[in-house]
């Protein structure tokens, strides 16, 4: 048979579209399409990168509504000659999804469990879905069946994604990798032809046939170099599968029973376009166990991983000290580190931990025998074994992050992805390591060494500056010696993750001229035109290619730029490295479109928008303040940071600033942070504020105002022309109620004798034998003007636990004018507060400054000390270490409260108590900090729901434009308040210490249900 050549006139990635060209392909395409189709620069830019460091300006985006209208647009585009990118999480680490091509995001529409076959373990779903929603739709089911393959990224990944490139986790020496857990794949060829690949499929449909002799041609013209060439490790993922052909020849395959799927698995989007797939599962576990292993160095458990394969785990895992480390200085992951093994004779954090995993379909009994068999055969390595599903989920979460952890290492030099997925055969890692340290340190540098242990994969990334010219020679050296390496150790440069533009240039080197041209073959039978993903496994660039396109020079030739010209900020970045670098943080790892479990990204669960993802934003912020959000300039340099582009704006306008991915972004990317910053700046520049952020800002004054006279200013406030005239000041909308006033809780607490100020320190020392101890209470806008019952609670539940309550006339904590970007503003009033609270700072005497609302304790502890203030750090510090929730107070000092509380062992019992936690509580120290205290109280009632966001974030929900995606977000399944509350039983209580969160309640339920603050409910337990 004539062998298929690739037609040359293919579309080249650096091949300029003119704007009127683009703007008419947009039209043709939204007359087609039943999805969306965005051609704008901005939205070009927010899919132009993926989790690698490139960055290559798509055609355009359109996703789908379904697997028809993807059809009907790979069909347009092989009309029109269109290069297309097929695109799921956008989670790739080689660069293998940024192309100058049509973008096809299939992940927002296309996400169904189409079909469940428990008897015979299979089912069908889109392309779009991810493993772990498929798994809790299964667990959902009670099937009691999962999809075993778990990649690190099996929250935001996609299925389509994943076969494209034959994803795997932890647990494949067990389970396989996607290609041993697919069955078939509805694809869509490049000419927009629907084959369904499956063994068999050559017996009906003829296209599967004619590829599959087309396939086997090629495969047999080079069997013998298959056979040689091809790495026999456990995992490969480089170039094309046809060792998978080839095995399957092996066993009697023909033209009518060969299986293409297993070709397609792998080819990163080159050959065809995965719109649905069979995928076989697998019974869940009975019982799992964890063990992690702690040593004093990476050779001493390099050197156990042999052993301990012999007790049959589902997977062991490294990570090593540099990875420790990182996790020990992020805010999420250092109570994990806390949780390992202390290695014998030591009392540091360990240098390598092996986490050791064992599953079974019988029970414990099996997973206690593989643990004493461990114990065994490693008796020397300090060991904690995890069987309980939390501790083992929070363990691995250090293990997952392990990437996104060290883009959060400050410094100039980052680990960069690129020799990230070797894989040698287990017996050679230890030689592997060693010389691949060698390789780094010769260099000057440094790098991790983690992940898959158990079958010869570690995730390797040398620490390299992008921006320096002198270290991307070092990127390209140390490339190349590594590949060698991997080579001469058995084993290949791809390992997981693919080829991509990263390791596509090494193909070559690795495979020899045969097998590429083979390569070249296979992508000629199934795509003629080279219209799918060009440029990858197939004509790849060369090894000078491996430093171009990236997110600091995009531009083919371009030199890397300096990241952001000098700009006066509002905040402080030096924790960050600086403005340039906080920037820059967002790796694209895309947790944070994740749809379970935490509160990131409120926007992104309830829009499955790209745009409106913390790394939308991100990248958003980074093109906009580098310069790059305007067309370039004609000699291609970026130009000045842009601080009120529309776009951005509008990209930023969804975000709650809840500040979830400040603790949940591996990376702590701090987008609430960056969005007013970015604001203020805006602000700054055009010199006008909007009347709504004004209003919303200003927020105490008005809230003053109306608790002078509560009865009226509330029976104005609804008076109907009163409230349409406020609700169009405020841009509010019809169906939000508006916060009620109170009367002011100083005028209440002074009637109860509270002092409104601190008497000087020394006359405080001079009474100190006959007063109690003393607590401040901060008096914030919501809790003194419309909810003083709270105020009320705080006071009484104190003054029962001996204390000498003060209540000092302070200004605002500035959240609401930062919330709106007012800055300078925010600046201003801070300074005045602390002036105000310094009496309770300074004194001694003065055991705690407790605060009720959580946003504004969340300002204090954070955005005080990294906002530009005059007052000295110092000061701000000495307040943060003295604040805390007033409900906090109560648990933290329960053994030397001056006097003791009663608890009636009764209030143990009765209905549950439900406590959401308030976003910023939860980001920056957990909902546990209320939790604890109404434990005391309520003992076993007391659960933390495992909520999200309300979806009110302050003025957030008010807003007439974000209304109905704030109830969305409310009502979210699983993360969603409203059903949570919904659900449970009569006479439940809730509890929400957040202001928001209460009033988000009080709206979704219609005025039905009331929840509470923590406060007040330990109130009523103590009266
Ligand atoms: C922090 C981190 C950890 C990772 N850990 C792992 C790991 O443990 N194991 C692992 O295997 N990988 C890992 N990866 C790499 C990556 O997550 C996987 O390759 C994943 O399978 C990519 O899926 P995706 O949906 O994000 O694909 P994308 O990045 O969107 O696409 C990847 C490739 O697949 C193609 N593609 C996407 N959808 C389709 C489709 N429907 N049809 C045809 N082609 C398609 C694209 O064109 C592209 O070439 C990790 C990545 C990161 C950032
Ligand atoms: S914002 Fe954070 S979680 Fe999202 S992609 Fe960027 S680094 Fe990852
Ligand atoms: S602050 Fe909240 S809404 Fe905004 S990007 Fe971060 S997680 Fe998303």
């Known amino acids: ?35 969306q189709v965005r051609f704008s620069r901005h939205d070009r830019l927010l899919y132009a990168t993926d989790a690698s460091m490139y960055q290559i300006e798509p055609i355009g985006i359109v996703i789908p509504a379904d697997a028809d209208d993807a059809q009907r647009i790979i069909e347009f585009c092989f009309h029109r000659h269109l290069a297309m990118l097929p695109r799921g999480g956008g989670t790739s680490l080689a660069g293998s999804t940024v192309n100058h091509a049509v973008v096809i995001d299939l992940t927002p529409g296309m996400r169904a469990l189409k079909h469940v076959d428990a008897a015979n373990r299979t089912c069908e779903v889109e392309s779009g879905i991810s493993i772990d929603d498929l798994n809790a739709q299964l667990a959902q089911r009670d099937t009691g069946l999962y999809f075993a393959p778990d990649p690190a990224t099996s929250a935001q990944s996609a299925i389509g994604g994943n076969i494209a490139t034959n994803a795997a986790g932890t647990r494949s020496i067990l389970y396989g990798r996607t290609s041993e857990n697919l069955l078939a794949i509805d694809a869509c060829l490049a000419s927009g032809e629907r084959v369904r690949f499956e063994a068999g499929a050559g017996k009906t449909n003829p296209t599967a046939r004619a590829l599959a002799e087309q396939v086997i041609d090629i495969v047999r013209s080079v069997e013998p170099l298959i056979r040689e060439r091809y790495p026999k490790t456990l995992r490969q993922n480089a170039g094309y599968g046809l060792d998978r052909i080839l095995k399957q020849l092996d066993a009697g395959a023909t033209a009518e029973t060969l299986d293409l799927a297993q070709l397609l698995c792998g080819s990163e989007g ?94 414990q009994a099996e997973i206690t025998q593989r643990f004493a068999a461990l114990e065994a055969l490693v008796p020397h390595a300090a060991k904690r074994l995890v069987t309980d599903a939390k501790g083992m989920g929070d363990a691995l ?41 060698a390789i780094v340190e010769r260099e000057g540098t440094r790098a991790a060494f983690w992940a898959h242990a158990s079958v010869g994969v570690l995730h390797v990334r040398p620490m390299l500056d992008p921006h320096d010219p002198a270290d991307l020679d070092r990127l390209q050296r140390i490339a190349v010696e590594v590949a060698d390496l991997a080579k001469s150790c058995g084993g290949v440069m791809s390992g997981e993750h693919g080829d991509g533009r990263i390791r596509g240039p090494f193909l070559r080197r690795f495979f020899g001229p045969e097998l590429m041209t083979a390569f070249a073959q296979v992508k000629a ?40 010209p000098a700009v006066s900020t509002f905040f402080d970045y030096a924790d960050q490295d600086g403005f340039g670098h906080a920037i820059e943080m967002c790796n694209g790892a895309g947790v944070c479109r994740k749809t379970a479990g935490g509160t990131m ?31 370039p300039g004609p000699d291609g340099a970026p130009g000045l940071p842009v601080w009120n582009d529309p776009e951005t704006i509008a990209t930023l306008d969804l975000c709650l600033s809840c500040k979830a991915c400040k603790s ?6 701090d987008i609430s942070k960056l969005k007013a910053e970015y604001t203020a700046q805006r602000y700054q520049l055009t010199g006008t504020i909007p009347l709504a952020a004004r209003l919303t800002g200003h927020v105490r004054a008005l809230n003053r105002l109306g608790s002078l006279t509560p009865l009226l200013a509330n029976a104005i406030s609804n008076f109907a022309p009163v409230r349409a005239l406020v609700g169009a000041m405020m841009h509010m909308h019809p169906r939000r109620s508006l916060p009620r006033f109170s009367t002011s809780l100083y005028r209440l607490a002074a009637a109860m004798g509270v002092p409104l100020s601190l008497p000087a320190p020394s006359a405080i020392h001079a009474q100190a034998t006959a007063t109690p101890p003393t607590v401040a209470l901060f008096a914030d806008c919501f809790t003194t003007y ?27 904590c500035g959240r609401s004018m930062i919330s709106v970007g007012m800055l300078p503003q925010a600046i201003a009033t801070i300074d005045a507060t602390l002036a105000q609270l310094r009496t309770a700072i300074d004194d001694p005497s003065v055991k705690a400054i407790v605060v009720s609302e959580p946003s504004c304790l969340s300002a204090m502890k954070d955005d005080w000390l990294t906002l530009k203030c005059q007052t000295p750090l110092a000061v701000r510090k000495a307040l943060a270490a003295k604040a805390m929730l007033v409900e906090e107070f109560v648990d933290r000092h329960w053994d030397s409260h001056p006097a003791k509380p009663t608890i009636t062992p009764a209030a143990h019992s009765g ?13 920056l120290w957990g909902a546990e900090t209320s939790a604890r205290a109404l434990r005391r109280f309520f003992g076993p009632r007391v659960r933390i729901l495992d909520t999200g966001c309300c979806g009110m974030a302050g003025s957030f929900g008010f807003d007439a434009d974000k209304f109905d995606l704030s109830m969305k977000i409310a009502e979210l399944p699983g993360s969603g308040l409203l059903p949570h509350i919904r659900a449970a039983t009569p006479g439940t209580i809730t509890c929400a210490p957040g202001t928001s969160c209460r009033h988000q309640v009080h709206d979704g339920l219609h005025g039905q249900h009331r929840a509470l603050h923590p406060i007040e409910l330990i109130d009523r337990a103590l009266s």
């Not at 080249?12 to 399409?33: E, H, T």
């Not at 890692?429 to 060693?434: E, M, S, T």
Request: aromatic letters at 4%; hydrophobic letters at 40%.
């Open 1 to 35: 048979m004539l062998l298929p050549v690739l037609q040359t006139n293919s579309p080249s990635i650096d091949r300029p579209i003119n704007p009127a060209a683009r703007a008419a392909l947009a039209g043709d395409l939204a007359r087609l399409c039943r999805g």
């Open 270 to 363: 080159t050959l065809a376009t995965t719109l649905a797939a069979k995928l076989k599962l697998v019974p869940v576990p009975k019982s799992k166990g964890l063990a992690l292993l702690a040593f004093t160095s990476v050779d001493e458990a390099i050197a156990a991983v042999i052993p301990i394969l012999s007790t049959g785990p589902s997977a062991v895992e490294l990570v090593d000290n540099v990875v420790i480390e990182a996790a020990r200085n992020n805010l999420e992951c250092s109570p994990f580190v806390d949780a390992f093994p202390k290695p014998a004779g030591t009392k540091g954090d360990p240098v390598a931990v092996l986490y050791v995993e064992y599953h079974s379909l019988t029970g």
């Open 397 to 437: 979460k250090l293990r997952k992050a392990g990437e996104p952890l060290l883009h959060g290492l400050p410094g100039a030099r980052k680990p960069l992805t690129f020799v990230e997925d070797n894989v040698v055969p287990v017996e050679n890692l230890g030689r592997f390591v060693r010389e691949f340290r």
């Open 525 to 564: 039978a199934f795509d003629p035109k080279n219209l799918l993903n060009p440029g990858n496994i197939v004509a790849p660039g060369d090894v000078a290619s491996i430093v171009e396109r990236t997110r600091i020079a995009p531009l083919p030739g371009q030199h890397p730029h300096p990241h952001v």
């Open 601 to 631: 990204c409120p926007s992104y669960r309830a829009t499955l928008d790209e745009r409106h993802s913390t790394r939308g934003r991100g990248n958003a912020l980074r093109m906009a303040i580098t310069g790059q959000a305007s067309e």
């Open 664 to 669: 949940e972004c591996p990376s702590n990317v």
């Open 786 to 812: 419309n909810e003083s019952s709270i105020g009320i609670a705080a006071i009484n539940v104190l003054r029962r636990l001996g204390y000498r309550v003060v209540l000092p006339r302070s200004g605002c």
């Open 911 to 923: 209905e549950p108590v439900l406590l959401h936690g308030h976003c910023h509580q939860k980001a």
